[in-house]
T-cell receptor, first 116, second 114 residues
């Protein structure tokens, strides 16, 4: 069965600091997909990124970057020069190709608080 | 274009009552999902529709929960004989249904059972 673990329940940083959110996953499938979602105080989940298991290239989008390492089953998310608007709960999620429904298994989330 | 919409945004009911939660997916999305998010936790899968049929309802906690999608678009999640433990945010998501694509989420319905 698939599982996603986000060991950091809460992180507090001061604006402009860099911060990394950890995500570790478990799956028996050889083809799978990893996601990060942001849930701001308004509550709506916002899609940030998707990776498939065959693409281990790291990705950068503005101040956001993602590090995917199959060897350690990790898909970590780094925010560079954090801003107050980054304050939210961030979820890592997994779906497996063998699961026809592509339903997402979420981690417990990491609450990020960025203080001015 | 319009995103996923859910109504009502908030629902307060009494223990033992029946409730219906509605989801209107993104136009053209064939896959529709319901998740439940309890306070301080990640969303948990309830049921998945591909078109009109419930392709996977393995996440429904018990037979008090039921969902329909009669015309392959709008879906209704129905909860009978509500219990205080049903209190949570119920999230709906839709996607194109292709493997590995992102799901787009609605704002959720916050259900409170008194």
């Amino acid at each position: 069965a698939q599982k996603v673990t986000q060991a950091q329940t809460e992180i507090s940083v001061v604006e402009k600091e860099d911060v990394t959110l950890d995500c570790v996953y478990e799956t028996r499938d050889t083809t799978y997909y990893l996601f990060w979602y942001k849930q701001p105080p308004s509550g709506e989940l916002v899609f940030l990124i998707r990776r498939n298991s065959f693409d281990e290239q790291n990705e950068i989008s503005g101040r956001y970057s993602w590090n995917f390492q199959k060897s350690t089953s990790s898909f970590n998310f780094t925010i560079t020069a954090s801003q107050v608007v980054d304050s939210a709960v961030y979820f890592c999620a997994l779906s497996e190709r063998d699961n026809a429904g592509n339903m997402l298994t979420f981690g417990g989330g990491t609450r990020l608080m960025v203080k001015p | 274009g319009a995103g996923v919409s859910q109504t009502p945004s908030n629902k307060v009911t009494e223990k033992g009552k029946y409730v219906e939660l509605r989801c209107d997916p993104i136009s053209g999305h064939t896959a529709l999902y319901w998740y439940r998010q309890s306070l301080g936790q990640g969303p948990e899968f309830l049921i998945y529709f591909q078109g009109t049929g419930a392709a996977d309802d393995s996440g429904l906690p018990n037979d008090r929960f039921f969902a329909v999608r009669p015309e392959g678009s709008v879906s209704t999640l129905k909860i009978q004989r509500t219990e205080r433990g049903d209190s949570a945010v119920y999230l709906c998501a839709s996607s194109s249904g292709l493997a590995g694509v992102e799901q787009f989420f609605g704002p959720g319905t916050r259900l409170t059972v008194l």
